[in-house]
């Protein structure tokens, strides 16, 4: 079975501090994700990398970063988080065009409270 | 633009009860995907199914079943007689050819009631 994890599904942090959030696939993907849900807007796209290194830029990256150094882990980073970045954020890898099952795998997401 | 509407926001029913969850898109690929995914309260999305674009045959499995129609762009999904387990946040969404870029509607939350 395809596992995606989180390092953490519950995160409290200050307005001001660096966040990072790790997500590890044990399959291979060569695809891999950041969302954030919220309420009535369902997912929104915030980066995604289609291979080690490389990195697009999704809907909504404004105050992210992310981190591909090798291709199981995908991290996101939250540079100064601020109150509006408080969501719950899911990671997901999917395999490309090259083989496997065709869809998204879903860490079980990182719900974050920015006070 | 790609863009998925999911228009139900929050649908209640009672046990037994058949729902239909409609799903409608807008995309000018001629060669797309449309999927669902189930988002139980534990948080993790599960994938459900996925349709290409050249395939409009109606899928049955077991008490789920889709109807995709390019005509109105729509990907329906129908839960015969629900469960109090099939409560959950429903999403539908839209890939580009090469599965590098997902569309997600905003999802519809079912509440079926014992």
């Known amino acids: 079975d395809v596992k995606v994890t989180q390092s953490s599904r519950y995160l409290v942090k200050r307005t001001g501090e660096k966040v990072f959030l790790e997500c590890v696939q044990d399959?291979?993907?060569?695809?891999m994700f950041w969302y954030r849900q919220d309420p009535g807007l369902g997912l929104r796209l915030i980066y995604f990398s289609y291979d080690v290194k490389m990195k697009e830029k999704g809907d909504i990256p404004e105050g992210y970063s992310v981190s591909r150094e090798k291709k199981e882990r995908f991290s996101l980073i939250l540079e100064s988080a601020s109150t509006n970045q408080t969501s719950m954020y899911l990671c997901a890898s999917s395999p490309g065009t090259s083989g496997g099952r065709k869809t998204q795998y879903f860490g079980p997401g990182t719900r974050l409270l920015v006070l | 633009a790609q863009k998925v509407t999911q228009a139900q926001t929050e649908i209640s029913v009672v046990e037994k009860e058949d729902v239909t969850l409609d799903c409608v898109y807008e995309?000018?690929?001629?060669?797309?995907?449309l999927f669902w995914y189930k988002q139980p309260p534990s948080g993790e999305l599960v994938f459900l199914i996925r349709r290409n674009s050249f395939d409009e045959q109606n899928e049955i499995s077991g008490r789920y079943s889709w109807n995709f129609q390019k005509s109105t762009s729509s990907f329906n999904f129908t839960i015969t007689a629900s469960q109090v387990v099939d409560s959950a946040v429903y999403f539908c969404a839209l890939s580009e050819y090469n599965f590098n870029k997902f569309y997600f509607g905003s999802g519809t939350k079912l509440n079926v009631k014992p």
């Open positions: 399959m291979d993907h060569e695809n």
């Open positions: 995309t000018r690929d001629t060669t797309y995907y």
